[in-house]
């Protein structure tokens, strides 16, 4: 039986490698000449700590050219808390999605029992496996979870004939 699964992963190496090329391009531009703009990558998420809020959208617009110049889908990046910081600072903590949740595995599967289409979906852990008698039912399915757009990069993998 056909099937395939819907993960949503993030490659820490490339976010890593995006986090470095933006410090070295804030290093690098006139605009940013003697500022406290810098990023850190944490344990799951990344702090960007800028003196401004108009800096901290320059930085993050950085950050997300970076991310895309690396074929990372920039919707990993969600911001989690906003608050200042010493010395007129502002601090800003993202998180990186990976995963599918609950919730959002759910209103998937709750999506393709609507559509009446041959296939079954299960949430396994933090992935989904749907699986179907046909083929082409299976690209249906993945037609139909493009459509959600959702505010998670996810990923058509495994696929299994």
Same mark, same amino acid.
């Given at each position: 039986m056909p099937s395939f699964d819907v993960v949503s992963r993030v490659e820490m190496q490339e976010v890593d490698n995006a986090i470095?090329?933006?410090m070295k391009e804030i #290093? @690098?531009?006139?605009?940013f000449k003697g500022s406290v703009s810098k990023l850190e990558k944490t344990e799951g998420g990344v702090i960007l700590l800028s003196e401004d809020e108009t800096k901290a959208k320059q930085v993050l617009?950085? +950050?997300?050219?970076? +991310?895309? $110049?690396?074929?990372?889908?920039?919707?990993v990046i969600k911001l989690k808390s906003s608050e200042s910081a010493s010395g007129n600072t502002i601090?800003?903590?993202?998180?990186? +999605?990976e995963g599918i949740d609950q919730e959002v #595995?759910? $209103?998937?599967?709750?999506?393709i029992k609507e559509s009446k289409l041959k296939v079954q979906a299960k949430i396994q852990g933090n992935e989904l496996r749907i699986s179907g008698a046909k $083929?082409?039912?299976? @690209?249906?399915?993945i037609s139909k979870i493009k459509e959600l757009k959702l505010e998670l990069p996810l990923q058509y993998i495994n696929f299994r004939d």
């Open positions: 470095s090329n933006s #290093g @690098q531009r006139y605009d617009d950085i +950050l997300i050219s970076n +991310l895309i $110049k690396r074929n990372v889908d920039p919707k601090r800003q903590n993202y998180d990186l +999605l #595995g759910k $209103k998937i599967t709750k999506l $083929k082409d039912n299976l @690209q249906e399915a």
